[in-house]
């Protein structure tokens, strides 16, 4: 599975608590963000369905509510 990079825009007061939780948890900023996301489609996947592997990157359209 190739790897992507991505970049946010976020507060500087936000960052250094996310620094904080990461360090707390043994991890790096990056590594506890991964976490996190994981645990966000987990639970999506969890009340919605999962996801189609085949999820086409270009459309981001939310998805209708059941």
């Known amino acids: 599975m190739a790897t992507k ?15 904080f939780v ?3 948890e043994g991890r790096s900023i990056n590594s506890h963000v991964l976490v996190l996301i994981r645990e966000s489609i987990s639970a999506f996947e969890r009340e ?5 592997g085949d999820v ?9 509510r059941k």
């Open 5 to 19: 990079s991505v970049s946010i825009r976020i507060e500087e007061a936000m960052l250094k608590k996310l620094s």
């Open 48 to 52: 919605y369905g999962e996801i189609d």
């Open 22 to 24: 990461a360090d707390y």
């Open 56 to 64: 086409d990157a270009a459309e981001n359209v939310k998805p209708s």
